[in-house]
């Protein structure tokens, strides 16, 4: 199911937490949250989601305000996003810094381990104005795999929030 928010400039002050709080009141998963302010769009792939919780595999803040940042905007962006996300499962800090193709990817540091598998987030920064974050799992010997991001609505909501106050 895919619902839209407001379309860009229609309100120019509808900011995207906004939107996200009012697609989220009656939808039910699965389901792709699609919202867009003046200045950024986010997009968030759903594959639970109830009255306290979801979970989500995709979750994308985009701005043409980050278009032709520099790599050394792009690594200062990234930090921030790191300082900000002190409230997941685990810390998140850059672990490569590709300058040729202007992307910043951050990892949970350390990530969570178990007798089986390894789960970490993943970020990215990336020219052009992306900013995306996703969970990974990890068998030993095997590929990784995507998995959903368990968290609560209000964490939720903090991600929007942080993740729109940086892409800036």
């Known amino acids: 199911m895919v619902r839209m928010g407001i379309a860009p400039g229609e309100d120019e002050f ?3 937490l906004v939107q996200a709080r009012a697609e989220l009141q ?6 792709r949250l699609e919202v867009a302010d003046a200045q950024q769009r986010l997009v968030c792939e ?14 994308t803040v985009s701005t043409d ?3 032709a940042a520099t790599a ?3 690594k200062q962006l990234g930090e921030r996003l790191s300082a900000r996300l002190t409230y997941l ?15 910043v990817q951050l990892r949970s540091s350390p990530p969570e381990r178990d007798e ?10 990336r020219r052009g104005g992306s900013l995306s974050l996703r969970r990974y799992a990890k068998k030993p010997g095997d590929v990784r795999q995507a998995i959903s991001v368990n968290v ?16 800036v």
Do not use: W
Not at 46 to 59: E, G, K
């Open 89 to 103: 499962l685990e810390p998140i800090s850059p672990i490569e810094f590709d300058r040729e193709q202007c992307v």
């Open 46 to 59: 759903f594959s639970a989601l109830d009255t306290l919780a979801c979970a989500f595999t995709d979750f």
């Open 65 to 67: 305000a980050l278009a």
């Open 152 to 167: 609560t609505r209000e964490v939720f909501f903090r991600l929007v929030s942080d993740f729109s106050a940086v892409a």
């Open 14 to 16: 509808m900011t995207l």
């Open 72 to 74: 050394e905007q792009l």
């Open 26 to 31: 009656a939808a039910t998963a699965p389901f």
């Open 116 to 125: 089986d598998r390894t789960s970490y987030y993943e970020l990215a920064v």
